[in-house]
């Protein structure tokens, strides 16, 4: 192990359990419920889940594209699974969730790329949980309208799509996206009417001025909701860790996009895209 691959001390994490998150916890364990929260091990399961909040990975387990810093296979997926978007909207009834984010692989096997099922989620999902709150992380779908309007229209509160670098490394990062798409992808939820979010994960190689641009792209796109996260490596395969972005500067970039006139921004070492998404939302209705 590197010195660099050791995380600093602030990226450590003290486990809280309160009732909520208990009683969450036993409930998911005995109705055999699956989130991303558990599975990837989130360190911020404990607020989340204070706050009947979790999150849904849909499209299966094996994704058609593959970024750097993604611990999700790339492989041949699953056969559709019209039965999915029932399921997960169940999951969020036994859970009884306030908000739920739903995300998934890129499906770029299926003709619609993904885009019924994204769909259908957040259908389900609303109809049997009238009061929830739905947040679609969505891949790009090629930025194809058709396919996007076909998302947009199931009205999730929030739409999410991450470009997560910057541009001068973006291809090495993500090479089956585009910055441009990516941007492009959150114009057309904006102009469509629907509140739009994004995330840029720090420490993959982009500089400080970088990030500060990425962050005014992101604005002058249509992005409202914006959250900025430290990259943990998943595996020596993967992107090596290229700094520890300090707590600090994590502050000033809160602030600097408060400035730029993002309607809301979380950013941290242990902010993940979906932490406390739905209070985040929140802010941003209230303001
Ligand atoms: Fe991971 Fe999404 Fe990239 Fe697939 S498209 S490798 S799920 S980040
Ligand atoms: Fe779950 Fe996201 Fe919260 Fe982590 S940050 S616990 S994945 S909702």
């Not at 003290?14 to 989130?35: C, D, F, I, N």
């Not at 090629?142 to 001068?168: C, I, M, Q, Y």
């Not at 641009?213 to 990259?231: F, K, M, P, W």
């Amino acid at each position: 192990e590197t010195p660099i691959e050791r995380k600093p001390e602030w990226i450590k994490t003290r486990a809280k359990m309160g009732p909520e998150y208990t009683a969450l916890q036993s409930l998911v364990k005995s109705e055999g419920l699956h989130t991303v929260c558990q599975s990837a091990g989130c360190p911020n399961i404990f607020e989340c889940w204070e706050d009947k909040e979790a999150t849904f990975l849909i499209g299966g387990d094996q994704c058609t594209r593959r970024c750097d810093f993604c611990q999700i296979d790339t492989g041949k997926p699953q056969p559709l699974d019209r039965d999915e978007p029932r399921r997960v909207a169940e999951s969020v009834q036994k859970m009884g969730l306030k908000y739920a984010t739903i995300t998934g692989v890129a499906r770029d096997d299926l003709p619609d790329g993904g885009a019924w099922l994204y769909a259908e989620t957040v259908r389900a999902i609303h109809e049997m949980n009238p009061g929830t709150g739905v947040e679609n992380l969505i891949p790009d779908f090629n930025g194809k309208p058709d396919l996007l309007t076909e998302v947009f229209e199931s009205r999730p509160e929030v739409l999410a799509h991450n470009v997560e670098t910057v541009p001068r490394i973006f291809k090495r990062i993500r090479p089956a996206f585009r910055y441009d798409r990516s941007l492009d992808v959150i114009t057309q939820a904006r102009d469509f009417g629907l509140v739009t979010k994004s995330n840029l994960i720090l420490g993959m190689g982009e500089t400080r001025e970088e990030v500060s641009q990425a962050l005014r792209d992101l604005h002058e796109a249509g992005c409202e909701l914006i959250t900025i996260t430290q990259y943990l490596r998943p595996s020596p395969r993967h992107h090596p860790v290229e700094r520890w972005v300090k707590p600090e500067e994590f502050v000033e970039l809160k602030d600097e996009a408060d400035e730029i006139g993002f309607a809301g921004a979380l950013s941290g070492p242990l902010v993940r895209s979906s932490y406390r998404a739905g209070r985040l939302y929140q802010q941003a209705m209230d303001a």
